[in-house]
């Protein structure tokens, strides 16, 4: 797995909730602190990126959030502004305002024109060589798959056009496992579990692009060997339980369900995992990291992320 | 923090709809309130789940099934120990056949029907639009409530960004037909006539996309606009339906930070919309005795003091031939300890933040980490019991 921040471009994707956020961002800090210059892009502009690293507001303009990082929010209008201007030499924004109207209903028909804008913006980034690594904050499963596979889509639907010239060296630069690899995040729980393993199958069927590894975020602690636990069952119960709240304090009851319900949840995420690691049976590389008892949820507990993938990316 | 009771709630309204941010167990909840209510206030309750986890499924015996609505018969309920007063019935949100449904019912005739479903373009429109879901949903909502089949309709809602999606999916889609833009779209189709005022427009669409994709698109649009009328129609019923007193919206969420502030944002806009945030629930809430002061202390003992405790311990007298090492009992003491402290800077941070909500419903609950995944009915009546406010069990 140390090959990945090798990559130009990483499209980090997951069910909502998992954190998809935060391993972007840290996977950006941590290849800026290896000395790439990198690029995190928020796909779905909802301010989190912004939050991880604790900047301002995040446009569609890059801006630097650290030394060689630097961070931008995808807006597909600026984006087919930017494209117009660069592409078709079509300057100032006096006529992109109804088209920018019309693109409402057309990619609500058409497959792929909204999504051709982000992909090809990110794309573009790679192609242009402004970075080392472009890092998407892309899409959640449900919405990936679509966009991957947006340029061929516009190539089979737009027999003519500006747009379709401008697909084919999207798709070979997605389809080139050296250069793109998709990064799918996790939780060791049931449902985010489960749709990893749905999305690397749709992925691998319907997508030209490399499932480069699965981030497996918020794993809890192993806290007790086998002969450990069957000691701290044994505080759970009298007589042991009675001489060690007379020792400590009565509070101490507390202190045991606390520890048991973290073993608890450990154990029911060891068997997410479990069905995770059968399923993708050793061909996709796993990468965890642990569950962060921090107290706020912004650099801090970036910087700790990009640590911790730092030593398993090693 | 007192915990609040959603049992009024689904005593009371006819329809309760269920949003918030994705991954914070909202499926699951919703289809434990419904159990509930069939089980406890009697009465007949349909949930509509988006897509549910295999086990729900299971749990609700609906593995397999698509939008038709079923029974959970008794023997499920039996198997929990319960004998229930109502009854329980679940249906899972197919979108693409709910779609396929709903151009039967719209269109001027079958034959233009076959057309659209037949466009290559349609399979997108309801497969991917962005608010197709979310129509879907609201469609599928005033559709069971207005057949007078149930007491009691619990509503799961996809997840989306936020919930001015979900509520106004039905205005957009009407919007959507009624839109200038789409007539302009279409004109070329209707007429030869080019208005001057449009041309500019087509010469850059041409040029970027291409005349005939442009004329395929604006050929569906054709079709689809033959639907206006009942959509625009249906739309509007289902706006008075969700703004009625019989709806109530309850947000679920976690504690953690950014499901919270997309929580806090959902219950702006409704609020903005003038729709009543009822309750919220705050799901996988820690344990409170983590805030306790009096068992960090025992925590922070057992933390620095370990030799000495497991000494101790061992020199009370344990069983006769049970032979513990001190030296491992030290260890795991320690690791008790730390444990319990590392769990308590998260339900410290997470109760700081539950209390800084600017603005919540006058009903919050908490739900309490379960430590275990449901995969039954007992599973879902006994994460109920929380919602219904009971105190939780050790």
């Given amino acids: ?92 924004a006096s006529r992109v305002g109804p088209l920018a109207r019309i693109l409402d209903f057309v990619a609500t028909a058409a497959p792929g024109v909204r999504e051709i804008l982000t992909v090809g913006k990110l794309a573009y980034e790679v192609r242009e060589r402004h970075y080392d690594l472009v890092v998407a904050d892309a899409s959640a499963s449900g919405h990936i798959v679509g966009q991957l596979t947006a340029p061929q889509a516009i190539n089979d639907l737009v027999r003519v056009g500006a747009i379709r010239s401008q697909t084919g060296w999207v798709r070979d630069l997605l389809a080139d496992a050296a250069t793109t690899g998709v990064v799918v995040t996790t939780t060791p ?102 569950y962060l008892f921090t107290r706020g949820q912004g650099l801090r507990t970036t910087s700790q992320l990009a640590e911790a993938l730092g030593a398993e990316l090693a | 923090m007192t915990t609040g009771t959603l049992e009024p709630l689904l005593a009371a309204k006819e329809i309760v709809v269920f949003c918030g941010p994705g991954g914070v167990g909202k499926t699951t909840t919703a289809a434990a309130a419904a159990a509930m209510s069939a089980a406890s206030l009697g009465a ?89 879901h979310d129509y879907i949903a609201m469609e599928r909502l005033y559709e069971v409530h207005t057949s007078g089949r149930y007491d009691l309709v619990v509503v799961d809602t996809p997840p989306s960004r936020n919930a001015l999606d979900f509520i106004r999916a039905p205005e957009r ?103 009543h945030p009822a309750a919220l629930v705050c799901n996988k809430v820690l344990p409170s005795y983590l805030l306790d002061p009096a068992a960090e202390a025992r925590a922070e003992r057992l933390r620095t003091e370990a030799p000495r405790v497991a000494a101790a311990l061992a020199a009370d007298g344990g069983d006769p031939g049970a032979e513990v090492p001190a030296e491992a009992l030290a260890r795991v003491l320690a690791e008790v300890g730390d444990s319990f402290r590392r769990f308590a800077v998260v339900a410290k941070r997470e109760a700081e933040q539950r209390a800084e909500l600017a603005r919540v419903p006058d009903t919050v609950v908490r739900v309490p980490y379960l430590d275990r995944d449901i995969t039954d009915l007992a599973g879902l009546l006994a994460l109920a019991r929380a919602l219904w406010g009971q105190p939780e069990e050790r």
């Fill in chain 2, 173 to 275: 889609m009407a919007e959507f037909f009624a839109s200038r833009l789409l007539r302009l779209l279409t004109a070329p189709a209707r007429s030869r006539l080019v208005t001057l005022a449009s041309r500019p427009f087509y010469q850059l669409a041409d040029r970027v996309l291409g005349s005939q994709f442009i004329e395929d698109i604006a050929e569906f649009f054709l079709l689809f606009q033959s639907m206006y009328e009942g959509f625009a129609e249906r739309a509007e019923a289902v706006r008075r339906l969700v703004r009625a007193r019989r709806t109530a919206f309850v947000v679920v969420t976690t504690l953690e930070t950014t499901p919270l502030r997309e929580a806090e944002r959902f219950l702006a806009t409704l609020v903005a919309e003038g729709l």
């Fill in chain 1, 1 to 92: 797995m140390s090959g990945l921040l090798d990559r130009r471009l990483l499209v980090v994707t997951g069910k909502g909730g998992v954190g998809k956020t935060s391993v972007a961002a840290a996977l950006g800090l941590l290849a800026a602190q290896e000395g790439r210059r990198t690029l995190v892009c928020e796909v779905d502009a909802k301010g989190d990126l912004a939050n991880a690293l604790e900047v301002g507001e995040v446009g569609f303009e890059p801006r630097p959030v650290q030394h060689r990082l630097w961070a931008m929010a995808m807006h597909t209008e600026e984006s087919l502004q930017e494209y117009l201007r660069l592409q078709l030499h079509i300057p100032g």
């Fill in chain 1, 189 to 290: 729980e049931e449902m985010p579990v489960r749709e990893t393993i749905e999305l690397i199958g749709r992925i691998s069927a319907e997508t030209p692009v490399e499932v480069a590894a699965v981030v497996v975020n918020r794993v809890l602690p192993e806290l007790f060997s086998h002969a450990e636990e069957a000691l701290f069952e044994d505080l759970r119960r009298p007589p042991a339980y009675e001489r060690l709240a007379a020792a400590v304090g009565p509070e101490v009851g507390d202190v045991l369900a606390a520890a048991r319900l973290a073993v608890t949840l450990r154990r029911r995420g060891a068997e997410h995992l479990e069905a995770l690691r059968a399923e993708i049976d050793g061909a996709i590389d796993v990468a965890y990291v642990p």
């Fill in chain 2, 44 to 132: 007949k309750t349909l949930v509509v789940t988006v897509d549910p986890a295999r086990r729900l499924a299971d749990a609700l015996g609906m593995a397999g099934l698509g939008n038709a609505e079923t029974p959970v018969g008794p023997a499920a309920f039996r198997a929990a120990g319960v004998e229930p007063r109502g009854e329980l019935w679940a249906a899972m949100l197919d979108t693409k056949q709910s779609w396929d449904e709903l151009v039967h019912r719209h269109a001027p005739d079958p034959a233009t029907a076959r057309r659209i479903l037949a466009n290559p373009l349609y399979e997108n429109v309801s497969g991917r639009f962005v608010q197709s």
